[in-house]
């Protein structure tokens, strides 16, 4: 008979980062796989990403993690800005490690999986971190960058890599790992990887907006600027925020728009297997989105951000996809392809030897 005080399901501490909702967006497969496979999984995270993951896992039980609380610059130069705000990441890095030994310890956990939390690991316990990027792309300090960052994930048990592990990459560079004994690479890591084409399209565009402010809101105001220019056109948004929307009476004068602040994995699959097009920022989650969505996409990096900055350069003649920078964006003459980007939807990771890791 078990102990009193030892649960009888293993139990999972799954860490989320909240910088946009692509880190959450791409847990979802993971953890529900967890779940599939009988492991009681306990999510951690805060801001927008944590509200995305109470809504996909509404059963499970929800820890609240400090906020990196990442501010960005209205600029293009975001490194000034981001290099003042390293000793509250530090120490919200600190404040997380610390909670997490907490939480293990009270909560008989088997293993921690942490996506991006650089300070979400265990002592004693395997500790997974899934990433993408094990070797940033940066114009300035990247030697420097690498060795702080490296410094904190090889700590890590395993490294889950959700990419190629043969070229061609999706995250190109980014993904290389300088420890191929500790590196399990997963593929394109969607909750689309099940989906089926629809017979029939109700959207021309599917816009999702996300990522840190005030650059969302930004281009949430280029895309309301212009959105007389698809007058003819039905059109969903997503906003990709929790802030309601400033101009109240916008939707109500144009009908065919559809626009919601935040829908559920469930929903948003619903909705984009009906989209003709997607227009979206170039995060990385997105660009796994499109292997199994197989529709045309107009994505633009975030100003100043390097890792997006870098894919749009190493995406720039992937078939599928168009680039625009911001200033760029043009409503009216927004360019389009026939085809979907050509990546393997056959990549299928062997879950259980990779949760073996907790048993």
């Known amino acids: 008979m078990a102990n009193a005080t030892t649960p009888t399901q293993k139990r999972i501490l799954y860490g989320v980062l909240n910088w946009g909702l692509g880190h959450a967006s791409r847990s979802v497969p993971v953890i529900q796989k967890l779940l599939d496979a009988g492991f009681e999984v306990i999510i951690a995270s805060d801001g927008l990403a944590l509200a995305y993951l109470k809504k996909a896992f509404p059963q499970v039980t929800h820890k609240k993690l400090p906020s990196y609380n990442i501010q960005y610059s209205t600029s293009k130069h975001q490194l000034p800005k981001l290099l003042v705000q390293l000793p509250k990441i530090f120490l919200a890095i600190q404040r997380e490690r610390r909670l997490c030994q907490k939480w293990a310890k009270e909560l008989h ?5 942490s996506d991006n939390r650089l300070g979400f690991r ?3 316990l395997p ?8 070797f940033m792309q940066l114009k300035y300090g990247r030697w420097l960058a690498n060795v702080l960052h ?7 048990s395993t490294f889950w890599i959700p990419d190629y592990e043969s070229s061609p990459r999706l995250a190109g560079d980014l993904s290389k790992s300088l420890w191929p004994t500790k590196s399990n690479f997963l593929g394109a890591l969607s909750h689309f ?47 990709g925020t929790q802030k309601k929307l400033a101009t109240a009476n916008w939707q109500s004068a144009n009908e065919n728009w559809e626009v919601y602040d935040l829908l ?11 989209s003709e097009n997607l227009l979206s920022r170039l995060g990385y989650s997105t660009l796994m989105d499109l292997v199994y969505l197989q529709i045309p996409a107009v994505l633009i990096p975030t100003p100043g951000q390097p890792e997006q900055e870098y894919l749009a350069v190493y995406h720039k003649n992937t078939v599928g996809i168009s680039i625009l920078q911001e200033h760029e964006l043009n409503l009216g003459d927004l360019p389009q392809t026939e085809k979907g980007i050509n990546f393997s939807k056959e990549f299928t990771p062997n879950w259980d030897q990779l949760f073996s890791i907790f048993t």
């Open 109 to 113: 956990i088997c293993g921690v999986i």
């Open 122 to 124: 265990a002592d004693a």
């Open 127 to 134: 500790s997974v971190y899934l990433t993408h990027q094990l």
């Open 150 to 156: 490296q410094n904190y994930y090889r700590k890590f």
């Open 193 to 239: 990887s099940d989906i089926s084409a629809a017979t029939t399209k109700t959207y021309r565009w599917a816009m999702l907006l996300s990522g840190p402010e005030p650059l969302r809101s930004r281009l949430e105001q280029t895309i309301f600027d212009q959105h007389s220019k698809l007058h003819d056109a039905n059109i969903l948004l997503v906003r």
């Open 264 to 274: 559920t994995h469930l929903e948003l699959k619903e909705k984009l297997v009906k």
